[in-house]
């Protein structure tokens, strides 16, 4: 009942790699779907990049600046989306600016993470992602979103 996967959504190689390895360290037994950027975790979640990752439920990690689209452009689409809406999204992130942080708290975003070059921080935010993926239920993404 419980298949939720991690999007991390991510333009930064080292980052995704530091995040991967935290995950195995954190014993996350979760998978994880990559994202490069905004566009490309759209159609993940909408169900056009099947051969990437089938339609389910995620939860959303993701960066917020990215070239082209920035996070708080992928959270904005994923509130307006009725088959979306609902999705956890955290936001990990070197940008601790009040107006990034206060924007994504106000599209409800379940945490902001400021990254830190010891990785203490995200250390713990994997290892809280660990934990909530084994004690909750999550909705699954309706099937509207893969018609849209």
Request: aromatic share 4%; net charge negative.
């Amino acid at each position: 009942m419980n298949n939720v996967r991690i999007l991390l959504v991510d333009d930064d190689e080292s980052d995704i790699i530091l995040f991967q390895r935290l995950c195995q360290r954190a014993e996350l037994k979760r998978p994880i779907v990559v994202a490069s950027d905004a566009v490309d975790a759209l159609k993940i979640l909408k169900g056009h990049a099947e051969a990437l990752a089938p339609p389910g439920t995620y939860i959303v990690v993701t960066d917020i600046n990215m070239p082209g689209m920035s996070g708080h452009d992928l959270i904005r689409e994923i509130r307006d989306d009725p088959a979306l809406h609902q999705l956890v999204i955290f936001v990990v992130s070197t940008s601790d600016l009040e107006r990034d942080v206060q924007l994504a708290f106000d599209q409800n975003v379940a945490g902001y993470i400021v990254k830190d070059d010891e990785g203490v921080r995200l250390w713990a935010a994997v290892k809280m992602l660990r934990n909530l993926c084994d004690a909750s239920v999550f909705a699954p993404i309706s099937s509207a979103a893969s018609s849209a």
